[in-house]
């Protein structure tokens, strides 16, 4: 139980162009799930928290413009990278957390990423 | 504000040889703590994690890892590793009363044969 999926696992694109990523939670409903960016050999940082229904809460520092987030049902969360450059080229990383049970303790589940690539 | 820090980068052991990740976090409440583990363009892989009781959590591949409140640590260990253990390791803290995840900035474990 508690898996999480990502589509794509990687994608190509020119820059300019926009590309959306989804995150599903595929056996549970996730009321919030979360979207974060991982460069080469470093951390994972949070830049947003997405809530069914509602508008997501991003961190300081990232453009609500650039990076869409919509959370329109209890399984599906979907980034949009808006106009991407080269330096938008990043590991992204969605994680989803369960409603009721056993994940009442926080917990989130990870999605397998997606590597984005801007020409 | 909660921050968490793993020292060290990298770690170099020889295979069936001992291991020690260090963790150790700053919170001014309650905290859940965890440790994942992540392959080569690959997400995140969940290998323990402490909610509360015991404060000696077993995990899977042989890890485990033991909550120290009064050093707040979380140190991982594996008695005996394998080359298929390397990868990069992350520690993990989220507070009572808050979603969110604050991730160490990863171990890098290579096991040498």
């Known amino acids: 139980g508690a898996v999480v999926s990502q589509h794509p696992s990687w994608v190509i694109c020119k820059s300019g162009t926009s590309v959306k990523i989804e995150c599903r939670s595929l056996?549970?409903?996730?009321?919030?799930m979360f979207w974060y960016r991982q460069f080469p050999k470093q951390s994972l940082m949070l830049m947003a928290t997405?809530?069914?229904?509602?508008?997501?809460?991003?961190e300081q520092g990232v453009e609500k413009d650039k990076f869409l987030i919509n959370h329109a049902s209890l399984t599906l969360s979907t980034l949009t990278v808006t106009s991407a450059h080269p330096e938008d080229s990043s590991f992204y990383i969605c994680?989803?957390?369960?409603?009721?049970?056993?994940?009442?303790?926080?917990?989130?589940?990870f999605g397998p990423g997606t590597r984005l690539t801007v020409l | 504000a909660q921050s968490v820090t793993q020292l060290d980068s990298q770690v170099p052991v020889f295979e069936e040889a001992p291991v020690e990740l260090r963790c150790n976090y700053s919170s001014s409440v309650s905290v859940y703590l965890f440790w994942y583990v992540q392959y080569p363009n690959q997400g995140l892989q969940l290998l323990l994690k402490?909610?509360?009781?015991?404060?000696l959590v077993k995990g899977i591949n042989g890890f485990e890892a033991e909550f120290n409140k009064s050093q707040t640590s979380f140190h991982l260990r594996k008695p005996s590793v394998h080359i298929s253990d390397t990868a990069e390791y992350f520690c993990?803290?989220?507070?009572?009363?808050?979603?969110?995840?604050?991730f160490g900035t990863g171990t890098r474990l290579k096991v040498l044969a």
């Open positions: 402490y909610l509360s009781g015991s404060t």
């Open positions: 997405s809530n069914e229904g509602s508008k997501a809460t991003y």
């Open positions: 056996d549970f409903q996730a009321t919030t």
């Open positions: 993990a803290v989220s507070s009572s009363g808050t979603y969110k995840y604050i």
């Open positions: 994680s989803a957390m369960g409603t009721t049970g056993e994940w009442s303790y926080n917990e989130q589940f």
